[in-house]
């Protein structure tokens, strides 16, 4: 039986939309990879205490490692990305008010603030300042606020698993427990 005009596949073809569905499974890999480290952080932070050893700075080794598997995520995007300009007009509000609340955050936080200090035994003021007590969760929020604004040029899918991502860890976090927190190495 001969198929129809059109559908047909040739091998390059079959091939190509192999590579296509094999870029989008490692993209999406790619944008959950920081989840699970962030997870064994929060509910182990003595072992990353214990392994960044006496001298070492927990909480800046684990925004060293955060980066690189923030430039991870953000290469898996791209991949799977049809950029375009201009841009939609909800980017503007979007991008800017995500990310001024990342910024807002880490300035008020800090590094250790912002990078789990608090789990790795670390003496965290309590910020009251905007936007804590306003929004729940604002490094989060301005991030999946971030995300969204990209909708018009990655896949749905993809902002999607992220923010599942955020979402998660947003519960992890919710449930902190004082006592499992990490005693520094002497």
């Not at 559908?7 to 296509?20: D, I, L, P, T």
């Not at 993209?27 to 959950?32: F, K, L, Q, S, T």
């Not at 980017?91 to 990310?99: R, S, V, Y």
């Amino acid at each position: 039986k001969r198929p129809i005009y059109g559908q047909e596949k040739s091998e390059k073809g079959k091939k190509e939309e192999k590579n296509v569905s094999e870029m989008g499974i490692l993209a999406a890999i790619g944008v959950v990879l920081p989840f699970p480290f962030y997870w064994w952080l929060w509910t182990n932070p003595q072992s990353w205490v214990n392994l960044c050893g006496q001298g070492r700075d927990p909480s800046t080794v684990m925004a060293r490692v955060s980066h690189v598997l923030k430039a991870a995520q953000l290469l898996s995007l791209f991949s799977v990305a049809s950029l375009s300009w201009p841009p939609p007009l909800y980017f503007w509000p979007l991008i800017a008010f995500g990310q001024f609340l990342n910024f807002r955050v880490y300035q008020l936080l800090g590094e250790a603030g912002t990078y789990y200090g608090v789990r790795f035994g670390k003496n965290i003021a309590w910020v009251t300042e905007f936007p804590f007590g306003v929004i729940r969760d604002p490094q989060y929020v301005g991030s999946i606020m971030s995300l969204l604004s990209c909708l018009s040029w990655v896949p749905f899918q993809y902002i999607f698993l992220w923010c599942l991502g955020y979402g998660f860890m947003m519960l992890v976090e919710s449930k902190e427990d004082p006592s499992a927190r990490a005693k520094s190495v002497s």
